[in-house]
């Protein structure tokens, strides 16, 4: 249920509402794949991406291995998104996530690095990453504060990989990398 719901009430909302800026941004010079950091990556961008992904997994798994620690193994996700490993009977579970996370993924770094990004850098210069990643965190703040501090690694390295690369295909090879880790780890019971 809640891939259903969070697809419905928070992602499609946020895709409508990036067109709806892009929308009024219609006037301006030049395409919106240049707009949006959306052109082709090369082989640094690649590299990059990558080694952001695996800069980001190592240091939220070093959070969390702490987390555990202090918390005596309790877990570190809230209730309402626990669920079982899945097994016989249950793999559809795959099926249901999947619309989920390409909305997500997709939703978060069109709106984020996309639109937001680029107008917070004309703004901010060269720290934009930093301040498109607090309020990125914020974002999340429905989140416990355990959860948050994981997320902290990924919300402020990827914005500084899509600025410093201005490709917003880099957030999402990372975003896409971690979110999929992430989500096929606790499916398979393996966290």
Partial sequence: MWFLAASIVLFGPLLLTAALLLYGERRLPGSFGARLWLRPMNGCDWLWAIGGLAAV??????IAAALLMLQDGKTLHPSF????PLGPGRYWILGAWLPFFVLNIVGEEFVWRGVALPRQEVAFGKRAWLVNGILWLLFHAAFPWQVLLTLVPITLLLPYVVQRRR???AGIVIHAGFGAMGFLVLAFGLA
């Fill in 167 to 169: 490709s917003t295909w």
């Fill in 57 to 62: 997994s190592v240091l939220t798994g070093g």
């Fill in 81 to 84: 998104m626990a669920f079982e």
